[in-house]
């Protein structure tokens, strides 16, 4: 079983910066695919950003270019870093791991709310 707890979440201005990390255990971590999902009030949850085993990256569109996931197997951790936030950013930030035969989806943290307000 993997746990996951994600920290990090907070109050920030538009055009500021966050920084969320989710540290994971119960699995050998290298082998897990990682991911950050959001879910905004009244909204579907949607992926964000996800991380391969071998550090391969994937965005969803209105991120890119704003936000880097990464991985640091040696902390068993996952990050996003988020910059240029806008307040259609704020929601309650999941991470989420999983297997390559599987995909990610597999196991979830208890989210860490991001709000994007002046």
């Known amino acids: 079983q993997v746990q996951l707890v994600e920290s990090g979440g907070g109050l920030v201005k538009p055009g500021g910066s966050l920084t969320l990390s989710c540290v994971a255990s119960g699995y050998t971590f290298r082998t897990l695919l990682m991911g950050w999902y959001r879910q905004a009030p009244g909204r579907q949850r949607e992926m964000v950003a996800a991380?391969?085993?071998?550090?391969?990256?994937n965005y969803q569109t209105s991120v890119k270019g704003r936000f880097t996931i990464s991985r640091d197997n040696a902390k068993n951790t996952v990050y996003l870093q988020m910059n240029s936030l806008r307040p259609d950013d704020t929601a309650v930030y999941y991470c989420?791991?999983?297997?390559?035969?599987?995909?990610?989806?597999?196991?979830w943290g208890q989210g860490t709310q991001v709000t994007v307000s002046s």
């Open positions: 989420t791991a999983g297997f390559i035969n599987t995909g990610i989806g597999q196991y």
């Open positions: 991380i391969s085993t071998g550090g391969s990256t």
